[in-house]
């Protein structure tokens, strides 16, 4: 169910149509200004279009969505995230070139669960565990220096 009354960003149709080939992410988030607000906040993401339905963020020139649980209403994923305290579970969304010591100090401003710092790791990244209000990790994370 729709709450919005702003006009829409675009046409959904039109949005749509426009993703063409590629990977994306749709995350099912309880408040779309919540998590809107942390990842620009602790990863410097842009914010393409946001409302209370929905959202349109970019990264390093991916983007990816934020529906509201509101908006699930009537679509069959609406089971799977009903009475889920944790979302995504399993899941790492990794953001390669994203500072990782800077979007945990700004997780840490934010006062968001940590659940690894950054660390050099074997795999030639130095990388974060960073969980966002609703439950998803996150791991930013750079190449180490050869």
Do not use: C
């Amino acid at each position: 169910m729709k709450k919005s009354t702003s006009e829409p960003w675009m046409p959904a149709d039109e949005y749509g149509r426009s993703l063409k080939s590629g990977l994306s992410i749709n995350l099912l988030v309880r408040d779309v200004a919540v998590s809107t607000d942390f990842l620009q906040s602790v990863f410097g993401m842009t914010i393409v279009h946001a409302d209370e339905d929905f959202a349109v963020m970019r990264t390093n020139g991916s983007d990816f969505m934020l529906h509201a649980d509101h908006t699930y209403r009537d679509h069959p994923m609406s089971g799977v995230i009903a009475d889920v305290s944790a979302r995504g579970q399993g899941a790492e969304i990794r953001l390669y070139g994203i500072d990782p010591d800077a979007a945990e100090a700004a997780a840490r401003g934010a006062d968001a669960v940590i659940l690894a710092g950054a660390i050099d790791k074997p795999h030639g990244q130095r990388e974060a565990y960073i969980v966002d209000p609703d439950g998803y990790v996150w791991v930013p994370g750079v190449p180490l220096p050869e």
